[in-house]
């Protein structure tokens, strides 16, 4: 039964670039949250998505943007990236949502993103 | 102030030694509340579940205290494989009931020597 996988592993790009990293949830998974770690520091909430659509968006900046399609998995797309957009970028998947118990959050290894 | 505080440490202690790890959250929404492991470089890893009755699992008991917003981790006993960040986790439903989100906790890192 095939975990989270997140693609790329590791990314390099120059500030102002935009990126696109993807995700493929856990097998019987259907919600897709999007988590930005920056080094010393916990995961950040970017948003979730869940029937194709956002249901829930963190503090980030409209630079930020996903998508998810119909086989559930998801992109996260960030524009005009900026220095400190620098991080770890974890995808984690779950079924259901609004509610359902933490058991199902399944987290990928993550892309690291580096902005020179 | 941020919604879920721990102490980041390091906390360095011999192998063998009890170690506890404290959190305090702020936003009483929050429904859930877990500790996960990240080892360095990697992705975080559900460790346990708290709850207001406590959970022990092994060698680790968690403890939560809605009334004081606080939630703790026991580690007995340490191994050197303990040694990682233990970051602290609310689960916290959105207001429309159709989402939910984990808020980290900057974490604690734990190294264990022999």
């Known amino acids: 039964d095939a975990g989270v996988t997140q693609s790329p592993t590791h990314l390099i790009k120059t500030r102002g670039q935009q990126v696109t990293l993807r995700c493929s949830p856990k097998?019987?998974?259907?919600?897709v949250s999007w988590y930005q770690q920056a080094l010393g520091q916990g995961p950040q909430f970017i948003f979730q998505?869940?029937?194709?659509?956002?249901?829930q968006r963190g503090n980030f900046p409209d630079r930020f943007s996903g998508h998810q399609f119909p086989n559930y998995s998801s992109e996260l797309n960030v524009n005009a990236l900026l220095l400190g957009d620098s991080a770890l970028y974890l995808c984690?998947?779950?079924?259901?949502?609004?509610?359902?118990?933490?058991?199902?959050?399944?987290f990928g290894s993550g892309t690291r993103l580096t902005v020179v | 102030r941020k919604e879920v505080e721990q102490d980041p440490g390091p906390f360095n202690v011999p192998e063998g030694a009890t170690v506890a790890f404290n959190c305090t959250y702020s936003?009483?929404?929050?429904?859930?509340f877990f500790w996960y492991r990240q080892d360095c470089r990697k992705e975080p890893k559900l460790l346990m579940s708290?709850?207001?009755s406590g959970n022990e699992d092994g060698r680790f008991t968690a403890q939560l205290n809605r009334a004081s917003q606080y939630i703790s981790l026991l580690i007995r006993d340490s191994k050197l494989s303990d040694s990682a960040t233990y970051l602290c986790?609310?689960?916290?439903?959105?207001?429309?009931?159709?989402?939910?989100?984990?808020?980290f906790g900057t974490g604690t890192r734990l190294q264990v020597t022999l």
């Open positions: 984690a998947s779950s079924y259901g949502t609004g509610g359902i118990s933490n058991y199902g959050y399944t």
């Open positions: 097998s019987g998974h259907d919600t």
């Open positions: 998505y869940y029937e194709e659509e956002e249901r």
């Open positions: 936003n009483s929404a929050s429904q859930s």
């Open positions: 708290v709850y207001s």
């Open positions: 986790v609310g689960d916290t439903i959105h207001t429309t009931g159709t989402a939910s989100k984990l808020t």
